[in-house]
């Protein structure tokens, strides 16, 4: 198996960043777990990133248009 990086800019469900991501894949901490942010119709694991539209977009740089663009315009 082989992994590829196409850049640092790193938001997922086991962290922000490229140096919280690596520590975490390195640690094996899994990002999947029950929703706590977003409510589900299901009872189903999920990777959720763990920061409110606000937080992220203070983090990212990006004003809040709307409840649910932050995820599509972090990714």
């Known amino acids: 198996m082989s992994i590829a990086v196409c850049g640092i800019g790193i938001v997922s469900a086991i962290g922000i960043g490229a140096g ?20 589900s119709a299901v009872d189903v694991p999920v990777g959720e990133v763990k920061r409110d539209n606000a937080a992220l977009g203070e983090l990212l740089g990006i004003p809040e248009y709307g409840p ?5 315009l972090a990714a």
Do not use: D, F, M, V
């Not at 029950?34 to 409510?39: E, I, S, V």
């Open 68 to 72: 649910n663009h932050l995820p599509a």
């Open 20 to 39: 919280e991501t690596l520590g975490n894949l390195r640690t094996g901490r899994s990002g999947i777990g029950k929703p706590t942010l977003l409510g």
